[in-house]
């Protein structure tokens, strides 16, 4: 049998990061297929895995910048869209003053990208502005993880571990849309005798999977874990032992806890007292438990205090830090996990490093040959940022994300977009974002580019390139080091992702998140590394450093090595149902688009699987509207109004509708959205406001 060529490599999309292969295609290009030595999905593929290749065709892609003229965005030479990237942000520079110029980056740049992109704000810049769209993603669970256990990290343990433990409660997850071939490890949790409890406002393809379905109330988490904690505590649960020797804090939290009965608790969430005191046999009578968080709870405007509201529960029945127990955050994007760690964010420099301490920028300064007092401060979270441009935010530069699909409120943020003095954009197509510049920069993806992404386990991967990109697209680097040079820096912004790696490693080393014993080298020859992954210190090359599959076996990476509870109480959404509004809307993903759908929707395969938006709706809410499967319904809140079919189903708690937010024009989810924002993280509440539905006639 003749050999064909495979690239080994990893998918575009979601942080399970599942290993493919690519090889020539007949027709020209690659096709996607097996790997099945890659251990976290074993040859598996979702749809959008599976079509990946797809998005690298001439007929969607951007293939050469475009400049805007005479109102019209019109094919240009790479120089001159560069210098007319440039001129846009020195004159905001001059005229404003360097936080005049944002930029907003996002989770699905590889770590070099999100590395480069950090650097170039703070030291080309000068810029304090810079946010990403990971901020609408797991910012929530990051901060709440940061507190309770000095580090985040999405999951504390691979997931080879999830089929080994005794009982997963999976909160706000639809996994089998999300990360379909992870759906196997709680497949092999309960063959194995495991049970598997699910957490969702709608009996989801992953709730029809569970022992036991709650359904709460959109924006209650925190009452329900409030009140598992408390029945916990009252049937005498506790691991006293590991609360004394392992935790701070815990009294406070207890008291807080015991403040919330189990029929308060009902009451909250529509959840019952059996069902409650169910999961808590459920969860505490095996010797190991986990709890996985997604976006169900973390996107809340009370996200940090939701999420560490589960990990109380961890604590107190011992459930952390040891093997096969813990508390974990699947993380979203492509690079989720590592695209939150190199300094995009804020608030932040690389190897996770806070920007306010002095040790931090000192370091990185170094690393990066200025003087540390040159460092601006942090900035704004991506929704303020967003919603200042126009006022002191005068141009952006965007770099993988598409708002005005994608944020909350989107569309006062679309008429901020268009207020700007100036937007460039990055991107692989034209997305609605990118239609909306001044000038768009066309720039290789994923299996035309190598670099390293981390998955949600913390994994540190390599994507290679296997395939040659158009012949006018250039890499995100590039146009980082063009545009560095055309501002007075001539150096620091290589266009070779190793040589960035290399810079990168020097600055992570030592930070939290320590890549410095990763090399391109090894990642080719292992299935990742987790960090962190510090250099071996010495001399005559002494053993490498394995990497950290698992964190906090014997201390948590808090000062005092305890992990500390959180004291928290209930409170209600940011915007609760009345009479004009009386109905909750609640938004996430199906299985056959990606985000915003700037890619996913220009796959004929997963059009015809997912052609258009959608209300989903309980019969009894249908029938008070006399509205029957398919007939467009209009959802109105106090941002906006959006109109889709309705979808008729039973699934559906009958107070509640749900929108997937893949579609921009009418059927926008986020034209409804309320961009209320968690005090710690600045998550804006996704995942409830208060609606009206109505019927529409003719
Ligand atoms: N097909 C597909 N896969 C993806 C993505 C995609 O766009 N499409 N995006 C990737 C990214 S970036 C992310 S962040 C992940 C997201 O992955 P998930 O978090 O699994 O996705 P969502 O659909 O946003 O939300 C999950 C569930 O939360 C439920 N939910 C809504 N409100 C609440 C609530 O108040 N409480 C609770 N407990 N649950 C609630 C919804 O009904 C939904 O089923 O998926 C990744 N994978
Ligand atoms: N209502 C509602 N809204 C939500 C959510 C929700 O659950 N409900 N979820 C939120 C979450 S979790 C997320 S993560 C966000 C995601 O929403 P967005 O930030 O809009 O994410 P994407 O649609 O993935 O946009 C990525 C863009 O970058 C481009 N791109 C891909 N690769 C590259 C690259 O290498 N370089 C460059 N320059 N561009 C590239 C893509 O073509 C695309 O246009 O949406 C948030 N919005
Ligand atoms: S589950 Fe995620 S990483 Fe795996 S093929 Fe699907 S989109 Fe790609
Ligand atoms: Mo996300």
Redesign the pocket.
Known sequence: MQQTPATPTHC??CALQCGMNLTPAREGGVAVVERPDFPVNRGALCGKGRTAAA?LSERVRLTSPLVRKDGVLTPAGWDEALDRVAEGMSRARTEHGPDACGVFG?????NE?AYALGKFARIVLGTSQID???R???SSAAAAGGKAFGLDRGLPFPLEDIPRTGCVILVGSNIAETMPPALRYLTELKENGGRLIVVDPRRTRTAEQADLHLAPRPGTDLALALGLLHLVVAEGRTDDDYIRERTSGWEETRAAAMAHWPEYVERITGVSVPELREAVRLFCEPEHAMVLTA?GPE?QAKGTDTVGAWINLCLATGRAGRPLSGYGCLT???N?QGGREHGQKADQLPGYRKLTDPEARRHVAEVWGVDPDSLPGPGRSAYELLDALGRDVRTLL???????????R?AHIEERIRSLDFLA?????L????ALADVV?P????AE?T?TTTNLEGRVLLRRRAVTPPEGVR??LY?LHELATRLGVEKGFPTDPEEVFEELRRASAGGIADYSGITYRRLAEEDGVFWPCPAPAGRNTPPAHPGTPRLFLDRFATDDGRARFAPVSHRPIAEEPDDEYPVLL????VVAQ??????TRRVDELNAAAPGPFVELHPRLAERLGASEGDPVAVVSRRGRAVAPARITTTIRPDTVF????WPGEGR??T??NPALDPTSRM?E??ACAVRVEAVRG
């Open positions: 575009p999309y998005v996002g989770g699905g740049l590889t990208k990403y769209n990971g609408f993603c797991m976006r996107q979203g994007q492509g989720g965007l770099m993988g994300s598409n708002p005005v699909v994608s944020a909350p989107a954009v990055c991107d692989v197509v997305s609605e974002t990118a920069l720039v290789t993806q994923w580019e670099g890499s995100d146009v609640t938004t996430g993903r990606y985000q915003s759908g700037a890619q929108m997937p937010f893949h989810a986020n409804l959205t804006p996704f995942k």
